[in-house]
């Protein structure tokens, strides 16, 4: 068995955490991170028949049975994952029933997955439906959307459009737009369906007053999308009280998805 602590989807865990909060987007225990591995690279370095313990999921999540992630812990602070990764992140396999996890390893103070699991679990089934290569869902409180949704109207198209004309990139790494979902309670199965919902459309989506959810392929694909909405909402911020004197326009943009050849929202622009 290899040691653990070399594991690339650990590392990646660790890196990840601290990079996120060292930017300032997970304040305290804020955000959580959930990671679907290879049950082979898995078997690695875990023994998988060994169950240290199982956790309720709160939820039927028999579509994803058998299937292993690894989460970051309810209440914990991203700052210290890397610091002490097996008792800040679990790793956690949905037993047949689809209602238990099997905790392989981690949480070892007694902890459990964050409270929106639901959200997440929910939320990589919606994206394994129509992405089967998805593997992350990422939840972050970056300050500049946080804003944005405080001031900005929150509808998808209004919100998207903004985002697409403060920055040339941005139509270009989220031709789709962005997922809007009015305040809700957090850490429920409502706000868990409502955001997988969403997730079946959008690889982004905004949590009025609360943050964003984003999701890919692997780390870099969830968090440049967060990294690139936050970008974009900071140049919004910066200059929304200001007169504008230069933007995007829509025939910009349409130029720029005939440039990249985006699968854009037509039906976002005014044209
Ligand atoms: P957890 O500590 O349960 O992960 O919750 C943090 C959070 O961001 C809630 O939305
Ligand atoms: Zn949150």
Redesign the pocket.
Known sequence: MKDIMTAPFLIEMMQTTANMYRLGY?ER????ISYMLDPAVAGEYLDLNKVIRTIPTGFDAKALAGKIFIV?????YFKNVEYDPENNLGIIRIAEDGVTAELLWGYRDGGRF???LPAHLMSHIARLSVDPDNKIIM???PDYTLAMTQVHEMNERAITRTLWKQMTESIVVFPEGVGVLPWMV??TNAIGEATAEKMKEYRIVLWTL??IYGCGKDMDEAFGLIETVEKAAKMYMLTAHLPNVNTITDQNLVDLAARFSLNYRKDFLDI
């Open positions: 997970d225990n804020g955000g959580n970051t812990g309810t209440g914990k964050t409270s929106e939840h972050c409180h957090c850490g609360h943050g």
